[in-house]
């Protein structure tokens, strides 16, 4: 893990796993959801963290995950910010510590009542650019 990255550990469900003892592939995508609210509630402190669209996703499958894993780990990395949108690194790896994916996404905070995007408030911003100036604080 590098130092600018938070590291969050995700247990699998049974509804993760597939009848062959895999994860299937659209969970990764879950597993990472989760790992991603709890860096946006955790380390950006936003109020409401699940207040956010993803404007893309890129998702590099290394290796499968089985159920004798039980768990996974998500490191997130910040790489930019936007005026709304904040673009994250993402790996995870089980706990033998084999990568089983890398990606990308980019999200959209979003203003829940109106429908629309919003940008990032003042105090978000100041954690955000923290946090590329690698000061986790």
Same mark, same amino acid.
């Given at each position: ?24 592939? %659209? ?7 989760? %790992? ?52 994250? %690194? ?48």
């Amino acid at each position: 893990m590098a130092d600018d990255e938070q590291t969050f550990w995700v247990p699998l469900r049974f509804r993760d796993v597939d009848a062959f003892g895999h994860v299937y592939h %659209a969970e990764f995508l879950t597993l990472l959801d989760e %790992a991603r609210t709890r860096w946006l509630r955790d380390v950006l402190r936003l109020e409401r963290p699940s207040d956010h669209v993803l404007a893309r996703v890129e998702l590099d499958y290394v290796s499968s995950i089985v159920a004798a894993d039980d768990a996974v780990c998500a490191d997130v990395r910040l790489e930019r910010v936007g005026t709304s949108s904040l673009t994250l %690194a993402e790996t995870m790896r089980v706990r033998d510590g084999r990568v089983v994916s890398r990606g990308r996404v980019v999200i959209v905070l979003r203003d829940v009542e109106r429908g629309v995007s919003r940008p990032l408030t003042d105090d978000e911003r100041a954690r955000a650019v923290a946090l590329l100036a690698g000061d986790p604080g």
